[in-house]
């Protein structure tokens, strides 16, 4: 399993490489994309860290997940949080690097390194959102709301009835139809502007 953080650190160290690039030719992107690879030489060296613990069987327990103080902005501004949004920006490179990792993610030696270090989801997630991998059943997280709850029904006081409902009101007699004898008639019509034309009874 030693050949896993090499092989991890030269796809990282590939796909800075292409950022840097990009940022050269964009120069509007510079800063966001300077942050991003700032990050992925970060994630480098924790996971080195991590997994010098997990081999040497000195990995402490995982802690809860932290929460962030409301109100209180980041030291440094953040990653986007899109999916895909470093593929979005670089381009096919990015993808390729993306697809290496992806695959180094799914062997079965990474995926022991996962189950028994889950402290490594909070360093490979962020990675898969921003290249658009779909995130390994390992590193999932459980879902943060339970199932709903059932809402009691509403109690009502005892010996209560509900208030009989009031009749509806006769209709007006210039809304009520028409018998089938008042339209058993010839039906007459006339013009604008001529006189209607009387029959003898």
Do not use: D
């Given at each position: 399993m030693t050949h896993l953080i090499p092989l991890f650190t030269a796809i990282i160290a590939?796909?800075?490489?292409?950022i840097a690039n990009h940022a050269q030719r964009n120069?509007?992107?510079?800063?966001?994309?300077?942050?991003?690879?700032?990050?992925?030489?970060?994630?480098?060296?924790?996971?080195?860290?991590l997994f010098t613990l997990w081999q040497a069987g000195t990995l402490p327990a995982p802690g809860?997940?932290?929460?962030?103080?409301?109100?209180?902005?980041?030291?440094?501004?953040?990653?986007?949080?899109?999916?895909?949004?470093?593929?979005?920006?670089?381009?096919?490179?990015?993808?390729?690097?993306g697809s290496q990792l992806g695959h180094l993610i799914a062997?079965?030696?990474?995926t022991i390194f996962i189950r028994e270090a889950p402290q490594a989801g909070r360093i490979l997630r962020p990675l898969c959102?921003?290249?658009g991998l779909a995130t390994?059943?390992?590193?999932?997280?459980?879902?943060?709301?339970?199932?709903?709850r059932p809402r009691p029904p509403c109690p009502?006081?005892?010996g209560a009835s509900r208030p009989p409902r009031a009749k509806p009101a006769a209709p007006a007699p210039w809304l009520t139809p028409l018998r089938a004898s008042q339209l058993a008639g010839p039906v007459r019509m006339h013009l604008p502007g001529h006189p209607p034309k009387f029959q003898p009874g």
């Open positions: 590939g796909l800075r490489v292409a120069p509007p992107e510079a800063p966001l994309l300077n942050r991003a690879c700032c990050y992925l030489s970060g994630s480098i060296r924790r996971l080195q860290r809860p997940a932290r929460s962030g103080r409301a109100g209180t902005p980041p030291a440094t501004p953040r990653l986007p949080n899109a999916k895909t949004w470093l593929v979005a920006r670089v381009g096919y490179t990015a993808a390729g690097y062997t079965p030696e990474f959102n921003m290249l390994p059943p390992g590193l999932l997280l459980p879902p943060r709301y339970g199932p709903p009502r006081p005892s």
